[in-house]
């Protein structure tokens, strides 16, 4: 049976002992756990998120990305200390697990799969350190880095290749080492980037898209993760996207060469990811430093709209925060 230190981490396979020590910290190990029917007390979830707000303050707590799960937590706390109070019973929240999470989606084989993942690397579903995509995991790049603090990696090293890159092109390679321990050669990942290989979502940023696929491959060799990463994975909806527009006549009028507007893809990401484009645009201009969105320049617009791009991806629920703080107050409006 796996053991954990709630000290410093460390787990390892222990047989004929039920109560076993820590080697290094001499603290009792708890014995490892799927999260299956675990439950937790509303007070705590609410307690953690006193915390936060103290440590970090109010505001950054509400609208920080990190903190969207002690977020949804704190929410679901105080719902149940309600229901406790109308009716008397005693209320708790579950843990959220891959069943609850995708239930049409995972089979026995998944399952499997994600409990040896689990175990053997200490992946949380809830934490977002996997992803299960056509009936097949994934590893994000915020778990790879979890999994490397909690095994203590002495570092990271990150170079890119300029004889493979371009950036005319937008053609970017990286090389990646991680160094285990301090006397560890290194296992070495490659990640490249270039606009026929990522998303349209994240256009225009393939420099930071080729740094993290090679810090992913770089972390799966060292920590023998044979899954592959979500960030690694190439875009289908481009080469959807792509075959839809070689249909489509070259535009050599407005000197665009063919190429998609970048109107129409901020448009496009509008309409993806349900956004209001009175914020949108408000946010623009504060973006741009500029009095009017007509005043940005077009190198201005285009950081704009792969920024926007880049949240929208990886965290809309701050996007949505930051939106609306570009409402109108009710003062103004009366």
Same mark, same amino acid.
């Given at each position: 049976m796996r053991f954990c230190c709630p000290n410093c981490g460390r787990d390892e396979e222990i047989l004929l002992d039920r109560n076993p020590r820590c080697r290094f910290c001499y603290v009792e190990m708890i014995a490892e756990s799927d999260y299956s029917q675990l439950w937790m007390s509303p007070y705590i979830a609410i307690k953690r998120m006193a915390t936060i707000s103290e440590t970090f303050g109010i505001e950054r707590a509400r609208t920080d990305g990190r903190f969207?799960?002690?977020?949804?937590?704190?929410?679901?706390?105080v719902f149940a200390l309600a229901l406790s109070k109308l009716n008397g019973e005693q209320w708790w929240i579950e843990i959220e697990t891959a069943k609850r999470k995708w239930p049409q989606k995972t089979n026995k084989t998944c399952l499997h799969v994600l409990e040896a993942l689990t175990r053997s690397h200490r992946f949380s579903i809830a934490d977002g350190d996997l992803i299960l995509v056509d009936n097949g995991w994934y590893v994000t790049h915020a778990g790879l880095l979890r999994l490397a603090r909690r095994s203590r990696c002495a570092g990271i090293d990150v170079k890119h290749i300029p004889a493979l890159c371009s950036q005319e092109t937008s053609k970017w390679?990286?090389?990646a080492?991680?160094?285990?321990? +301090?006397?560890? *050669?290194?296992?070495?990942?490659?990640?490249?980037?270039? #606009?026929?290989?990522?998303?349209p979502l994240v256009r225009g940023a393939e420099m930071r898209v080729a740094e993290t696929r090679a810090v992913?491959?770089?972390?799966?060799?060292?920590?023998?993760?044979?899954?592959?990463?979500?960030?690694?994975?190439?875009? +289908?909806?481009? *080469?959807?996207?792509?075959?839809?527009?070689?249909?489509? #006549?070259p535009q050599t009028a407005n000197g665009s060469h063919g190429?998609?507007?970048?109107?129409?893809?901020?448009?496009?990401?509008?309409?993806?990811h349900?956004?209001?484009?009175n914020l949108v645009k408000a946010y623009a201009v504060d973006f741009c430093g500029t009095q009017t969105l007509r005043e940005a320049t077009r190198e201005q617009v285009q950081s704009f709209v792969a920024h926007l791009a880049d949240r929208a991806e990886?965290?809309?629920?701050?996007?949505?925060c930051q939106l609306n703080s570009y409402l109108p107050s009710k003062g103004s409006a009366a």
């Open positions: 969207k799960k002690e977020r949804e937590a704190w929410t679901t706390g390679v990286f090389r080492a991680v160094y285990k321990t +301090r006397l560890c *050669r290194g296992f070495v990942g490659h990640g490249d980037a270039n #606009p026929s290989n990522v998303s992913n491959r770089a972390l799966r060799k060292a920590y023998g993760i044979g899954i592959c990463s979500v960030e690694e994975l190439g875009s +289908r909806a481009e *080469r959807r996207l792509s075959s839809a527009q070689s249909k489509k #006549p190429g998609p507007k970048l109107r129409d893809y901020l448009c496009q990401l509008i309409r993806q349900q956004l209001d484009p990886k965290d809309r629920n701050s996007l949505l």
